[in-house]
């Protein structure tokens, strides 16, 4: 799987795990079949059959459905802000990191923070 697709279908999976335990918030105990028969119902069918082919990811899912909604939701906050951070190094791109997450800890080109020489040149 290609980089994009990669950082996309996880971000895409973990988005709709998040939402499907908010809408399921009643049921403590959901269960990766509901959580397909969700995917199902609101046709994503590729993701769908990912996770139903992949024994590793089928067994992050369920590790995921275990967890609360506000954990969470914690953990994709933390995403967000080390991702803003990571985009925040690239050249032509800390406008973009900042805009979306001004919380996040960012590096202009041409700092003198301790980690700017891992700014990536692309």
Do not use: W
């Amino acid at each position: 799987m290609d980089p994009l697709t990669a950082s996309t279908t996880l971000a895409t999976i973990v988005g709709l795990i998040c939402n499907f335990k908010q809408e399921h918030s009643a049921n403590a105990g959901a269960t990766r079949q509901q959580f397909i028969e969700y995917l199902e119902y609101h046709r994503h069918e590729d993701l769908k059959n990912l996770i139903c082919r992949t024994h590793q990811l089928s067994d992050e899912v369920d590790s995921l459905l275990r967890e609360e909604h506000a954990v969470i939701i914690s953990k994709l906050n933390a995403i967000n802000e080390l991702l803003a951070t990571l985009i925040s190094r690239v050249d032509g791109l800390s406008g973009f990191a900042h805009a979306f997450m001004p919380s996040a800890e960012c590096f202009p080109a041409g700092s003198q923070h301790p980690s700017a020489a891992c700014r990536l040149n692309v």
